[in-house]
């Protein structure tokens, strides 16, 4: 499933290896990065298109995490890594992860060239790369003699921007353990304090020049910039500095003003599969309501680059496998847009807007517009505001299989059992020992529940079916734990974990 927007946040504060040491510094960066990217008035991301990756032990799994969501990004892209960077024997930059040997990083570690070929992959129009690690700007400047040119090849990719920390050893404060590294840390202090007589938006290309002298006043490692195309232009957050001014606007105010008047009255439509049917495929922002008898609350701001329909299909299908939450009570509101909506970004301009209001949609930086994260994500706990902790799945939603009372593959029922349930069903690539399980399929409708009992005690004891607050997950696991987890199937077993969340997920009261 395609996504507009997707920033991959990359922290490594843990390392196996001793000749690796922690760096603490890196985890705050990490959270540091998260903040700005999601604050509205600056930078804007939703919290659904910012993707955390946090002390990820594997580089084959990190990497495949990145070329998945890269695959899926058709907008803009940002990839963001802190942690050890160090050089293999030919002269490589490679991503350390948690389990990195410092001996083999080629083996062992993210190779940068495993980077840009998500890179290179990604159909997203706008690629930005900030890599704060040692040796990061290697890959812009090159190494000294005839590693030079294949070096600075390696950022030299149509439509993206490469920002770096340092050419040989990145500064890290030793003993704060609060402290974000220094990279970093200036480059949020500058978004954050704006920079007079720039523009109203601000690339990185104009963060760049104070950024560096900043870093270069200290005393502290220098960073490097490249770009291809009109990448650099891209409007990476608002200036908070800005006063006006008598240069050229691309969006005028009085344009801005004219979008939020004109999108304000549009008419509420009722968030069903009719009047979904009845839209075109078309680009656009749209807003989702709830309806009561006072005022709509607004719920959630987001656009879609290539067809409204489509992604409202998706947020209704979503929202009708939750607890807590009835799509009859949901309205939606849109406006059709013939821009290049990846840099126009019409979404944040409302969202910005509504927070200086003071107003911010309940939905927005909650995880309501995920897709599925993928393996890495799984462990992470969710906050109390997140959607998945105020609308758990519903574990009594009505299954029906094709042709009861045959016998069919366990791979098969799984299949079927998918393709029905309006949440995330993920299943281990074993196809072969799933195809080599058969059982009968009941007659008449089951709830998710029941068909998870029944798939589990086919699986037997080597098998899992945990059940989050937000998806499912099938692997050949034994005693795996989630913090978000509902319950957990396996073999005739079932393990409720969250009694209260449970009940409301329409579990039977013998669980």
């Given at each position: 499933?395609?996504s507009?927007?997707?920033?991959i946040?990359?922290?490594?504060?843990?390392?196996?290896?001793?000749?690796?040491?922690?760096?603490?510094?890196?985890?705050?960066?990490l959270?540091?990065?998260?903040?700005?990217?999601?604050?509205?008035?600056?930078?804007?991301?939703?919290?659904?298109?910012?993707?955390?990756?946090?002390?990820?032990?594997?580089?084959?799994?990190?990497?495949?995490?990145?070329?998945?969501?890269?695959?899926?990004?058709?907008?803009?892209?940002?990839?963001?890594?802190?942690?050890?960077?160090?050089?293999?024997?030919s002269?490589?930059?490679?991503?350390?992860?948690?389990?990195?040997?410092l001996?083999?990083?080629?083996?062992?570690?993210?190779?940068?060239?495993?980077?840009?070929?998500?890179?290179?992959?990604?159909?997203a129009?706008?690629k930005?790369?900030?890599?704060?690690?040692?040796?990061?700007?290697?890959?812009?400047?090159?190494?000294?003699?005839?590693?030079d040119?294949?070096?600075?090849?390696?950022?030299?990719?149509?439509?993206?921007?490469?920002?770096?920390?340092?050419?040989?050893?990145?500064?890290?404060?030793?003993?704060?353990?609060?402290?974000?590294?220094?990279?970093?840390?200036?480059?949020?202090?500058?978004?954050?304090?704006?920079?007079?007589?720039?523009p109203?938006?601000?690339?990185?290309?104009?963060?760049?020049?104070?950024?560096?002298?900043?870093?270069?006043?200290?005393?502290?490692?220098?960073?490097?910039?490249?770009?291809?195309?009109?990448?650099?232009?891209?409007?990476?957050?608002r200036?908070?500095?800005?006063?006006?001014?008598?240069?050229?606007?691309?969006?005028?105010?009085?344009?801005?003003?004219?979008?939020?008047?004109?999108?304000?009255?549009?008419?509420?439509?009722?968030?069903?599969?009719?009047?979904?049917?009845?839209?075109?495929?078309?680009?656009?922002?749209?807003?989702?309501?709830?309806?009561?008898?006072?005022?709509?609350?607004?719920?959630?701001?987001?656009?879609?680059?290539?067809?409204?329909?489509?992604?409202?299909g998706?947020?209704?299908?979503?929202?009708s496998?939750?607890?807590h939450?009835?799509?009859?009570?949901?309205?939606?509101?849109?406006l059709?847009?013939?821009?290049?909506?990846?840099?126009?970004?019409?979404?944040?301009?409302?969202?910005?807007?509504?927070?200086?209001?003071?107003r911010?949609p309940?939905?927005?930086?909650?995880?309501?517009?995920?897709?599925?994260?993928?393996?890495?994500?799984?462990?992470h706990?969710?906050?109390?505001?997140?959607?998945?902790?105020?609308?758990?799945?519903?574990?009594?939603?009505?299954?029906?299989f094709?042709?009861?009372?045959?016998?069919?593959?366990?791979?098969?029922?799984?299949?079927?059992?998918?393709?029905?349930?309006?949440?995330?069903?993920?299943?281990?690539?074993?196809?072969?020992?799933?195809?080599?399980?058969?059982?009968?399929?009941?007659?008449?409708?089951?709830?998710?529940?029941?068909?998870?009992?029944?798939?589990?005690?086919?699986?037997?004891?080597?098998?899992?079916?945990?059940?989050?607050?937000?998806?499912?997950?099938?692997?050949?696991?034994?005693?795996?734990?989630?913090?978000?987890?509902?319950?957990?199937?396996?073999?005739t077993?079932?393990?409720?974990?969250?009694?209260?969340?449970?009940?409301?997920a329409?579990?039977?009261?013998?669980?």
């Amino acid at each position: 499933m395609e996504s507009d927007d997707a920033a991959i946040l990359i922290g490594v504060s843990q390392y196996r290896d001793p000749s690796l040491l922690d760096v603490p510094a890196a985890r705050n960066s990490l959270h540091a990065m998260h903040r700005l990217l999601t604050t509205p008035e600056l930078c804007g991301w939703s919290e659904d298109q910012v993707h955390v990756l946090e002390d990820s032990a594997g580089a084959t799994d990190l990497a495949l995490e990145v070329h998945r969501l890269a695959e899926e990004t058709t907008g803009t892209l940002l990839i963001y890594f802190v942690g050890h960077g160090v050089v293999s024997k030919s002269g490589a930059l490679c991503l350390a992860a948690g389990d990195t040997q410092l001996r083999y990083p080629d083996l062992t570690g993210l190779e940068f060239d495993k980077v840009r070929s998500a890179l290179l992959d990604s159909p997203a129009q706008v690629k930005l790369v900030i890599l704060d690690c040692c040796y990061s700007g290697r890959i812009i400047q090159g190494l000294a003699g005839a590693g030079d040119s294949q070096l600075v090849d390696s950022t030299d990719i149509h439509g993206v921007y490469t920002l770096t920390a340092a050419d040989q050893v990145a500064h890290v404060p030793s003993r704060d353990e609060t402290a974000a590294t220094s990279f970093t840390q200036v480059l949020c202090d500058v978004v954050r304090s704006g920079i007079p007589g720039a523009p109203p938006a601000l690339a990185l290309t104009d963060i760049y020049p104070k950024l560096k002298s900043t870093l270069k006043a200290r005393g502290l490692p220098e960073p490097n910039q490249r770009g291809t195309d009109t990448v650099v232009s891209y409007p990476f957050s608002r200036n908070v500095a800005y006063t006006g001014g008598t240069g050229f606007r691309l969006l005028p105010q009085a344009h801005v003003d004219h979008f939020l008047r004109t999108l304000a009255a549009q008419p509420h439509h009722d968030l069903t599969a009719e009047s979904i049917e009845k839209l075109e495929d078309w680009p656009g922002v749209y807003l989702l309501h709830r309806e009561s008898h006072e005022a709509p609350e607004l719920l959630y701001v987001a656009r879609n680059d290539r067809s409204i329909a489509v992604r409202l299909g998706q947020h209704l299908r979503k929202i009708s496998g939750r607890c807590h939450i009835d799509a009859h009570d949901l309205s939606f509101s849109y406006l059709q847009l013939d821009d290049d909506l990846s840099v126009l970004a019409p979404e944040r301009l409302v969202l910005q807007h509504l927070h200086a209001q003071g107003r911010s949609p309940q939905w927005n930086n909650s995880g309501f517009g995920n897709n599925d994260a993928g393996r890495m994500r799984d462990s992470h706990r969710r906050g109390g505001d997140h959607f998945d902790v105020l609308h758990p799945i519903d574990l009594s939603w009505p299954v029906r299989f094709d042709d009861p009372a045959r016998k069919v593959t366990a791979h098969q029922m799984a299949g079927q059992l998918r393709a029905q349930l309006p949440y995330g069903f993920r299943i281990e690539p074993w196809e072969t020992e799933l195809d080599q399980v058969r059982l009968a399929l009941p007659d008449g409708s089951l709830s998710a529940d029941q068909a998870f009992r029944l798939l589990a005690a086919a699986m037997g004891d080597s098998w899992q079916i945990s059940a989050l607050i937000g998806q499912v997950l099938m692997y050949q696991e034994q005693g795996k734990e989630y913090p978000n987890a509902i319950r957990y199937y396996a073999g005739t077993r079932t393990i409720t974990e969250m009694p209260e969340v449970c009940e409301a997920a329409g579990l039977p009261d013998d669980c």
